[in-house]
Structure formats: C-alpha cells, structure tokens
T-cell receptor, first 110, second 114 residues
Framework: DAKTTQPNSMESNEEEPVHLPCNHS???????IHWYRQLPSQGPEYVIH?????VNNRMASLAIAEDRKSSTLILHRATLRDAAVYYC???????????WGLGTSLAVNP | NAGVTQTPKFQVLKTGQSMTLQCAQD?????MSWYRQDPGMGLRLIHY???????DQGEVPNGYNVSRSTTEDFPLRLLSAAPSQTSVYFC?????????????FGEGSRLTVL
C-alpha cells in the first residue's frame, strides 16, 4: 500500500506563505500525488494533484521533487480559512484503495 | 449543485440494531466509496464501487455491507451495530477510478452506537 509521511502539525501567520512537506518514498512511476484538506466538521476537499512537474491552481501550488519521493504543497498567502488538516495521498491509477495518513494540522495565526 | 449527499447527518443506535447510511451523487460518477474517520486513525476505506453492480472491500469491511444498484446511490448497511462502529462516515465519489480524478466528499454522517 502507498504510504506517505507528513509532520503532525505546522503553524503559520496570516498572509505569509506556507510550505507543507510530504515524503512518499515508495512511489512508483505512474503514481499520482494528491492533496486534500479537511476543515473542522467537514468532509475532505480536493486541493491539487500532480505526477511529475509542478502544478498550480487557484488554491495552491504543488512542487514535486525530481526523484518524486517528496512533494511540497505551497499556500502562497495563508488565510484564517486555510486552517485545516492537509492530507498528502499517494494515488496509483490502478490502485483503487486510497490510503490516508493522519495529515498535517495547519494552524494560521492572525 | 448537490454533489454528494449523505443522510442522516447524525444517528444514535443501540448495540445490535441495524441501519443504512444513504449516499447519493448527481454527477454521474462511476466510482463511489465509503470511509470511516476515527480520532488518531485518519480515514479508512470500508467499501468501494467502480460502477453499478460492482463492489469491493476496502481496509475495514467487516460489519458493513454495500450494494450499487444504480450509478447514483451507494448505501452502507450496518446489520448489527457494535460500539466499535461509532465513527464519522464519509461517502466519496469520482468520475473514474482509473484516472486520478478529484474525489468529492459528502458532509459526513456521525454515528454513535451505545
């Protein structure tokens, strides 16, 4: 099963960038990396995903290491609404069983 | 847009009772799944389906049954509830399990078994 490793918690100040790291050393060449976040008392929501090259969308950027064994989710300007648990998921196209870790709990200070 | 709808949002059961958690999606998604989330455990996959008439087990299937008679609906049945099934349950769907598609989650169903 795909395994990822993330710090338990991180803290940031409002309007500052946040870099959330994830290690996925068991990743294979066809596995996509997904990030989700979960706000309190809500279901997880999709943030971004990628395979090899860096990806950007309106929510965040995803930087993927050249060896693909790690990635970093970048929130360019943290807001109080970004306080959530962020999950990095190692997702294979033929693996229907997504394995979720405990994620990183991000606190954003005003 | 409704997306993924779960009912009920809250339920209290006694040990041994049965119930069904409902999940419906209006996005014509092939893939649907059920997760449970417990403190300190993260999300764990219970069952999933890749299309109508097709279901398979996830990490923690014991004590739960599923069926997929239509594309839209994927109910989760607890035949004889146990206190260990006290949890928050999430239903999720995506366009296809063979593409790295975005998973859409419902708002969750909080179940307490006494």
């Amino acid at each position: 099963d795909a395994k990822t490793t993330q710090p338990n918690s991180m803290e940031s100040n409002e309007e500052e960038p946040v870099h959330l790291p994830c290690n996925h050393s068991t990743i294979s060449g066809t596995d996509y990396i997904h990030w989700y976040r979960q706000l309190p008392s809500q279901g997880p929501e999709y943030v971004i995903h990628g395979l090899t090259s860096n990806v950007n969308n309106r929510m965040a950027s995803l930087a993927i290491a050249e060896d693909r064994k790690s990635s970093t989710l970048i929130l360019h300007r943290a807001t109080l609404r970004d306080a959530a648990v962020y999950y990095c998921i190692h997702y294979a196209g033929n693996n229907r069983k997504l394995i979720w870790g405990l994620g990183t709990s991000l606190a954003v200070n005003p | 847009n409704a997306g993924v709808t779960q009912t009920p949002k809250f339920q209290v059961l006694k040990t041994g009772q049965s119930m069904t958690l409902q999940c419906a999606q209006d996005m014509n998604h092939e893939y649907m799944s059920w997760y449970r989330q417990d403190p300190g455990m993260g999300l764990r996959l219970i069952h999933y389906s890749v299309g109508a008439g097709i279901t398979d087990q996830g990490e923690v299937p014991n004590g739960y049954n599923v069926s997929r008679s239509t594309t839209e609906d994927f109910p989760l049945r607890l035949l004889s509830a146990a206190p260990s099934q006290t949890s928050v349950y999430f239903c999720a769907s995506s366009r296809s399990d063979r593409a790295p598609g975005e998973l859409f989650f419902g708002e969750g169903s909080r179940l307490t078994v006494l």
